[in-house]
């Protein structure tokens, strides 16, 4: 079955330490998205990308950096500059006409 | 900057009683609106959609939405709620002429229904 997969579902970093997590699809979509879940706030976008190898910030991309070297792949890294970065992080796909998307079970990050 | 409003924050709802979520969005020019449901421990899940056409649209599990083009608002409804509905709910736009594809969701309503 195609869809998205998220790793880990738990993560635990110490304060200062870069952090890398997972987001891999198989449902040929162009597009791959990253959000970030806190309570009464919704989904905020982090970053996004349309295609391989190009990708834009969203509306809270500082402190979190991407990559886009495959078509399946958008790894994002969230680094000792993000100031808040205990959050739960969701990463979507979709196709490039914006026909909503498909969501990965997510990643529970907590900085301690 | 285009932003979507959800008004209620937590619902709490008998079974059986009726159910409306409130969604506006800022954005004035053509939309496409989305419900998104988060059941505990689930990944989000698409409720329903509307591109265009019928304001009405029909979604999974007897959920409904109207989209009312001069009130700017995605209302979602079901008539008689389960306890099984009980979850977070999210509304999201995005620019109908837009190529990114990037939603733009509300703060999220948290339905809890009681048995």
């Known amino acids: 079955d195609g869809g998205i997969t998220q790793s880990p579902k738990y993560l635990f970093r110490k304060e200062g330490q870069n952090v890398t997590l997972s987001c891999e699809q198989n449902?040929?979509?162009?597009?791959m998205y990253w959000y970030r879940q806190d309570p009464g706030q919704g989904l905020r976008l982090i970053y996004y990308s349309q295609i391989v190898n190009d990708f834009q910030k969203g509306d809270i991309a500082e402190g979190y950096s991407v990559s886009r070297e495959k078509k399946e792949s958008f790894p994002l890294t969230v680094t000792s500059a993000q100031k808040n970065p205990t959050a739960f992080y969701l990463c979507?796909?979709?196709?490039?006409?914006?026909?909503?998307?498909?969501f990965g079970s997510g990643t529970r990050l907590t900085v301690v | 900057a285009q932003s979507v409003s959800q008004h209620n924050h937590h619902v709490i709802l008998s079974e059986a009683a009726s159910l409306e979520l409130g969604c506006n969005y800022s954005?004035?020019?053509?939309?496409?609106l989305f419900w998104y449901v988060q059941y505990p421990g689930q990944h989000l899940q698409l409720l329903l959609k509307?591109?265009?056409?019928?304001?009405l649209v029909k979604g999974i599990k007897g959920f409904e939405a109207e989209f009312i083009k001069s009130k700017f608002s995605f209302n979602l409804r079901k008539p008689s709620v389960q306890w099984s509905d009980t979850a977070e709910y999210f509304c999201?736009?995005?620019?109908?002429?837009?190529?990114?594809?990037?939603?733009?969701f509300g703060q999220g309503t948290t339905l809890q229904v009681k048995p």
């Open positions: 954005y004035g020019g053509t939309v496409n």
């Open positions: 509307y591109f265009s056409g019928d304001p």
């Open positions: 999201a736009v995005n620019h109908g002429s837009s190529n990114t594809g990037k939603l733009i």
């Open positions: 449902l040929n979509h162009d597009a």
């Open positions: 979507a796909s979709s196709t490039s006409t914006g026909g909503g998307y498909t």
